[in-house]
């Protein structure tokens, strides 16, 4: 039949239509809501000031500030995130990176019911 074989290492072939489809329904319900996606890189500065006569001049630094790095179109971006949104921008970059992870995993399950010719 000139089947591709499919050689990831996950042993979704191994396991029944069912299983798959439990798994499937496993997976999707610990995606993250939708409406909170913030995909990008969250991470910490010290900065030096502007003022000559700072003590962040003899290396007591200002800090640490939030930054979220975000790539998108070929380029990355800076943007700061106030102190006071630090929070809620890291639960909401880490709520995306865990729900993508999962949605590549469903993806897997899906790829192998279509294999099967089972997908719905
Ligand atoms: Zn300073």
């Known amino acids: 039949m000139g089947q591709v074989q499919e050689t990831?290492?996950?042993?979704?072939?191994?396991?029944?239509?069912?299983?798959?489809?439990?798994m499937r329904e496993r997976l999707a319900a610990g995606v993250h809501d939708p409406a909170v996606t913030l995909r990008g890189a969250l991470h910490q500065n010290?900065?030096?000031c502007s003022s000559v006569s700072?003590?962040?001049r003899s290396g007591d630094l200002h800090g640490?500030?939030?930054y979220l790095s975000v790539y998108g179109q070929g380029r990355s971006r800076?943007?700061?995130?106030?102190?006071?949104?630090?929070?809620?921008?890291?639960?909401?970059?880490?709520?995306?990176?865990?729900?993508?992870?999962?949605?590549?995993?469903?993806?897997?399950v899906n790829l192998e019911l279509l294999r099967r010719r089972v997908l719905r």
Request: hydrophobic fraction near 35%; glycine fraction near 4%.
């Open 8 to 22: 990831s290492s996950t042993g979704l072939s191994q396991l029944s239509e069912r299983q798959l489809y439990a």
């Open 46 to 48: 010290m900065r030096r």
């Open 54 to 56: 700072c003590r962040c």
């Open 64 to 66: 640490p500030y939030s």
């Open 78 to 108: 800076t943007l700061y995130v106030p102190r006071a949104l630090a929070e809620i921008a890291s639960e909401h970059v880490e709520a995306t990176r865990r729900g993508e992870a999962l949605m590549v995993e469903i993806s897997k």
